[in-house]
């Protein structure tokens, strides 16, 4: 979908989301963290942009989503609401902001609204989330809930492990679900739970559900930016899948670069910009060359 065909499309709204789920037609979701993949996500027609806390690890270089501050998630998502005009916009609330009481959780979301132009914001994990999701949502502020793997939750999940394997685990997992969804949580991420526990859990699940590696029985999809096009290297969860190769290809143009530069031929002189006719004959003059 071209930029012109995006802009020619009506804004994702909530209500647009359960009119998609209502209809069975897919809700396609994507992570973005800057202004150029926000541009790319809204000109390919995406339906939700995710900013994630996984920035902490695709962009900041941090080694979990555990220590990104406010500040960074804030920036962040300024940066991508000024490269979106359709998809909604999610971000994600980061861990230490939002736990502690519902003032703290209310008075963070607020500035993700306020500050960096955030149609809704995402709160992981069911249990004291519950509280902090009914206050948001009760403030005015549309709310994501998230459960399964819950990244900032790896310690007590031993580190990241798919969600929900037993019988028991998945009843937990519905049982977080729909206690999210009963607090007013317009939409749900499942991430990591195995397709059968999904099929179980969905047909109680009255809200829109979008999945990363929970099979195809939920409602929508979402993958991070940086695993579907590839640019990173490295080891990466099963559910991932690459529609192209961005990393490979920044690397080869940029060798390809700095070889023409070591060798001499870039910049060629149509790369130059010229002088005034006559104008460097006068300056040499001046020059006294």
């Known amino acids: ?37 926000a541009r790319a996500a809204d000109a390919a027609g995406v339906d939700v942009v995710l900013v994630g806390d996984s920035a902490a ?28 005009t359709v998809p909604l916009l999610v971000a994600d609330l980061p861990f230490g902001s939002y736990e502690a009481s519902d003032e703290q959780a209310v008075r963070t979301a607020q500035r993700f609204v306020k500050e960096a132009g955030a149609d809704a914001v995402k709160m992981e994990r069911g249990g004291s989330t519950v509280d902090r999701v009914r206050a948001v949502v009760a403030a005015g502020i549309p709310v994501m809930g998230h459960v399964g793997l819950t ?5 007590a999940l031993s580190g990241y492990r798919s969600q929900g394997r037993t019988a028991e685990a998945a009843l937990g997992v519905r049982e977080a679900a729909l206690a999210l969804q009963e607090a007013g949580c317009f939409a749900l991420v499942f991430e990591a739970i195995p397709a059968e526990a999904t099929a179980a859990i969905m047909p109680g699940m009255s809200v829109p559900v979008i999945g990363i590696g929970a099979g195809a029985q939920t409602d929508g999809q979402v993958l991070v930016f940086h695993d579907l096009l590839g640019i990173e290297e490295g080891q990466h969860a099963r559910f991932v899948k690459r529609y192209a ?27 130059a910009y010229p002088m005034a006719e006559g104008e460097a004959d006068r300056l040499h003059a001046m020059l006294g060359r």
């Open 1 to 37: 979908m071209t930029g012109a065909a995006a802009a020619s499309r009506p804004r994702v709204t909530l209500d647009t989301l359960a009119r998609l789920k209502a209809a069975g037609e897919p809700i396609v979701m994507v992570t973005a963290y800057d202004h150029p993949g």
């Open 57 to 84: 690890m695709t962009v900041l270089g941090y080694d979990s989503t555990v220590p990104v501050s406010v500040e960074e998630m804030l920036m962040l998502t300024a940066a991508v609401r000024r490269g979106l």
């Open 151 to 155: 990244p900032q939750s790896i310690g």
């Open 245 to 271: 190769d961005v990393g490979a290809a920044t690397v080869a143009g940029i060798s390809a670069y700095a070889d023409e530069v070591r060798a001499g031929v870039y910049p060629a002189p149509e790369h």
